[in-house]
């Protein structure tokens, strides 16, 4: 892996280069992982002039090696207790002969920023943008392996939790039990807070779990997700509680369905951003739920659960092949419930078999 992580940096020097920066400051946890193969908390990346310095507060903690940073990286450690890396990775470039360094400013504090100019005023400070972001879009087969595998372990949590009994439990219950199952398949750890949402709260997007007890009858919505060796997958789906859905539940759910799967057959190398979207928006829009409905249709995961590219109405920019998303349309009705459905997969071209989907649990409309 010490040649992927250079290589990305070498990248990311390029961008710089051309921008009249001779050496970079990365700061967001995500990108210095990215690009350093680690993040240690509070540690910065610098890109020098003559070395690439990965700047620790502390000594690195390296018992999992998803932990232990590019062993082709050399690691600095600010002396003493308490040391701020930033300051100390501007000073270190000024000693490697910088004299204007990229800092990404959309992740800087106007007071971080302040703190570099006081301890290193002859440092002209530029912006690196989002190049690392702009990086991070398409993925190579490492980090899609990570990804599958986090789908995988989301899928055997789920699945798991669905054959026990689920009337009369609380939602928050229920998402701590999902949380603890992703850890007890190997997970790092949930990709983001587990939502469980049931009778009138289900279909609701980003819906907290409550104390409110699954009843019969009640749509069961749940999101999820792993995070494997720091990337994070997403998944969905809905549920009939006990009986057989009602004639409202199967409508509603089948317009769901036919909306994601829209939006799932668009995904193409080149497809426009927005068109993705707008096939999935169409169908529930042409059923009358405009304003039921999310202001996305999906995102972009990997180091992070929402990143570039986003699938809105007025997203720019197309996709690329290997660039994994989520399409996760939904309708939510107020007092009496919704239905979400939410997958994550890879952007393949068609000679590939076009879309992988990673996450595969049932989107049938189960009665539990």
């Not at 949590?157 to 999902?178: Q, Y």
């Not at 980003?206 to 060796?229: I, K, N």
Request: glycine share 10%.
């Amino acid at each position: 892996m010490s040649e992927v992580y250079a290589v990305r940096r070498t990248r990311l020097r390029e961008c710089c280069n051309a921008g009249g920066s001779a050496a970079a400051l990365v700061s967001r946890p995500a990108n210095v992982r990215y690009l350093a193969g680690a993040a240690p908390e509070g540690a910065v990346l610098l890109l020098g002039r003559t070395e690439d310095l990965l700047v620790c507060a502390g000594p690195p903690d390296d018992r999992s090696p998803q932990s232990r940073p590019d062993e082709s990286l050399r690691v600095h450690v600010v002396p003493g207790i308490g040391g701020d890396a930033t300051l100390a990775a501007a000073g270190l470039a000024v000693g490697q002969g910088v004299d204007s360094l990229a800092v990404e400013e959309h992740h800087l504090t106007v007071t971080r920023h302040r703190a570099i100019r006081d301890v290193a005023p002859r440092l002209r400070l530029t912006g690196v943008g989002c190049a690392v972001e702009q990086l991070r879009v398409v993925k190579d087969e490492e980090e899609i392996s990570c990804l599958r595998i986090g789908a995988e372990i989301a899928d055997q949590a789920l699945g798991e939790l669905l054959e026990s009994i689920l009337v009369g439990r609380t939602e928050r219950h229920l998402a701590l039990e999902l949380e603890r199952r992703l850890v007890d398949h190997g997970a790092d750890g949930p990709a983001f807070p587990t939502s469980v949402a049931t009778g009138p709260n289900a279909g609701r997007p980003g819906h907290r779990p409550t104390d409110r007890r699954v009843e019969e009858g009640d749509f069961l919505s749940v999101c999820l997700g792993a995070t494997y060796r720091g990337y994070r997958c997403e998944i969905g789906r809905t549920f009939v509680i006990g009986t057989a859905p009602a004639d409202w539940q199967i409508e509603l759910y089948d317009l769901v369905f036919s909306a994601q799967r829209a939006g799932r057959e668009s995904l193409a190398p080149g497809a426009a951003c927005r068109d993705v979207d707008r096939a999935a928006r169409h169908v529930l829009d042409s059923a009358g739920y405009a304003e039921a409905l999310p202001k996305l249709t999906g995102h972009g995961v990997g180091l992070e659960i929402d990143e570039d590219p986003q699938l809105t109405p007025a997203a720019m920019g197309k996709l690329d092949a290997c660039v994994p998303v989520t399409v996760e349309p939904g309708v939510h009705l107020p007092g009496r419930g919704g239905v979400r459905i939410d997958d994550t997969l890879v952007v393949r071209p068609e000679a590939d078999g076009g879309p992988e989907l990673l996450t595969i649990t049932t989107k049938e409309l189960l009665a539990l």
